[in-house]
């Protein structure tokens, strides 16, 4: 077993004592393996251990690695992310299956009609700026509910969750809770927060989707 492979199998067994310790139903929570800036030749140990849910920060990035894995393995599920630009709407919805970061009524009508055009209505989670800072994407939070009225029933997306990515700096819990509380109260059940050094705290406030990369893939080399 390789070591990508040993990590993804320690990642696993603590999401699931998370889900058994905060009285989780077994299962209810999704692993996201984030493997962008990581090859395909680091990606396939983590494939051929199981996994099937995977997650990529950037459009061009998945266009190149993810057809010749698609091709190899079988069921993948692919999540953008990252950032999304209008532009790169077509290319995201041939390439992704799931969409996380949607942050504006002009990347939803992207989104929409592209979807339209190529026949595929893919799953929307909104991204939500729980630390409302400004170097960070996402709809504040006290403009969610309007936001998620407009993409749901002016534009027609299929919003099924709330994403969101703490401030750095402060405690993660304060921010899953709210987000908990904003999806609560828009009928959302959907949630996309928990990342390699706090997703088993995500998973006490409701996490359905944790995204972990480096916990899995090891450390990044950004060079």
Request: hydrophobic share 40%; net charge negative; proline share 4%.
């Amino acid at each position: 077993m390789t070591d990508a492979a040993e990590r993804l199998a320690a990642t696993l067994t603590d999401i699931s004592k998370a889900e058994s310790e905060f009285g989780r139903a077994s299962g209810s929570v999704t692993l996201i393996a984030v493997s962008k800036t990581f090859d395909s030749a680091s990606i396939r140990p983590v494939l051929d251990a199981g996994q099937r849910v995977f997650g990529e920060n950037r459009v061009q990035e998945a266009m190149q690695k993810w057809p010749g894995l698609r091709e190899d393995f079988d069921g993948i599920e692919l999540h953008l992310i990252g950032p999304l630009q209008s532009n790169k709407a077509k290319e995201a919805v041939a390439t992704f299956d799931v969409i996380h970061t949607v942050d504006r009524l002009k990347i939803a009508k992207a989104l929409k009609s592209e979807m339209d055009r190529q026949d595929r209505q893919l799953p929307c989670f909104i991204q939500v700026n729980t630390g409302e800072e400004p170097q960070k994407a996402g709809i504040a939070p006290q403009d969610v509910d309007t936001f998620v009225r407009a993409c749901r029933d002016d534009v027609g997306l299929n919003i099924v969750g709330l994403m969101c990515i703490p401030p750095i700096d402060e405690a993660p819990g304060e921010h899953f809770a709210l987000l908990e509380k904003i999806a609560a109260r828009n009928a959302i059940k959907g949630l996309s927060m928990g990342m390699s050094s706090d997703y088993k705290t995500a998973v006490g406030f409701g996490a359905t989707h944790v995204r972990v990369g480096s916990a899995i893939f090891g450390a990044r080399d950004y060079r």
